[in-house]
C-alpha cells in the first residue's frame, strides 16, 4: 500500500526550473533512495514534499490528504518528517533540550500549569522524558542525554538530529544525506540505524545520499535525478548498469565508480 504519492511536482525560481513534473510513490515500509549530482533538485524536492517551498503546480499526497504547499508543521505534525543535511541543533543546550521541541503539537497544558506543576503538566512532563529516553535508547546515545550538544562528535551529533526527527513519530522520514561528513566508521552506524527503523519500527524512508556504497546497500528501488527530472529509476543493481545514470556521472570517475559498482 502506498503511503506518500507525488505527483507532477514542478518548482520554478525565476528562469530556472529547479524540479520539473517529479513523480514519485512509496510503499509502506520501503526504503527508498534519491540520487543525483549536485544541483539536481533532490533537496528541493524534500523542501517541496514538506512544506518548507510550495509547489508551482504538482500534488504531495500523504496517506491520501494533499499536503502540497501546507505549513511544514501540518507535514510533520501528520508523520512525514525530514532531517536536513546539514545539522540542525540548538548549540550550548543539551541532548534532552534539544529534543524536546518534537513534542510540541502533543502539548495540552496551560502556562499556568506549567508554572504550577499541575498533575497534567507533570503527566505529560513524564511522558516525554521517557519517549525521550526509549529514543535515545534505540539510538544507543542514552549516555549523552544531559550534555551539551556543542561538545559532542560530529557522529553523534548527526545521531541526535535523526533522534529528534524519530521523536515526532514519523511514518515516514526523509533523510537528507544521513552520513555527509561522517568517516567509514560512523558511516556504518548511521546505516545500522537506518536499517533498524525501517526493518524494526516499519518507518519508510526515502534517503538523500552522495555515498553509493551507503545507498547500494540498503534501498530495494533508487531514483536518480539530473536537471531537475528523473532520468532513472529501479533496483540498485538496474541502476548500476544504466547508461543515463553512467553518463550524467561521467563527470566524476570516482562517483561514475561507484554507480556502476566499481567501488
Do not use: W
Request: hydrophobic content about 40%; some cysteine; aromatic content about 6%.
Amino acid at each position: 500500500m502506498e503511503v506518500l504519492h507525488v505527483t507532477g511536482l514542478t518548482k520554478h525560481f525565476g528562469g530556472l526550473t529547479a524540479v520539473s513534473e517529479f513523480d514519485f510513490s512509496l510503499k509502506n515500509r520501503e526504503l527508498a533512495g534519491l540520487i543525483g549530482p549536485n544541483g539536481a533538485g533532490k533537496t528541493t524536492v524534500f523542501n517541496l514534499m514538506t512544506g518548507i517551498l510550495k509547489p508551482d503546480q504538482g500534488s504531495v499526497l500523504f496517506q491520501g490528504e494533499d499536503l502540497a504547499g501546507k505549513p511544514p508543521h501540518i507535514s510533520s505534525n501528520k508523520g512525514l518528517v525530514r532531517t536536513f543535511q546539514n545539522i540542525r541543533l540548538m548549540s550550548n543546550m543539551t541532548v534532552m533540550e534539544n529534543l524536546m521541541p518534537a513534542f510540541h503539537h502533543r502539548i495540552n497544558y496551560s502556562l499556568a500549569g506549567a508554572m504550577l506543576g499541575t498533575p497534567d503538566f507533570k503527566k505529560v512532563e513524564t511522558e516525554m522524558e521517557n519517549t525521550i529516553a526509549d529514543v535515545l535508547g534505540k539510538m544507543d546515545i542514552i549516555q549523552y542525554a544531559y550534555e551539551n550538544v556543542t561538545d559532542l562528535p560530529y557522529g553523534v551529533q548527526r545521531k541526535v538530529d535523526i533522534a529528534r526527527a524519530l521523536c515526532m513519530n514519523p511514518k515516514v522520514l526523509l533523510l537528507d544525506e544521513p552520513t555527509a561528513g561522517l568517516n567509514p566508521i560512523e558511516a556504518d552506524e548511521i546505516v545500522n540505524i537506518i536499517k533498524y527503523l525501517n526493518e524494526n519500527l516499519g518507518i519508510s524512508l526515502v534517503v538523500i545520499e552522495h555515498n553509493m556504497r551507503v545507498i547500494m546497500s540498503i534501498c530495494t528501488r533508487i531514483v536518480v535525478m539530473h536537471e531537475g527530472s528523473v532520468i532513472a529509476e529501479g533496483t540498485p543493481g538496474e541502476i548500476q548498469d544504466n547508461p543515463d545514470v553512467a553518463r550524467v556521472y561521467l563527470g566524476s570517475r570516482r562517483m561514475y565508480k561507484a554507480v556502476a559498482g566499481g567501488e
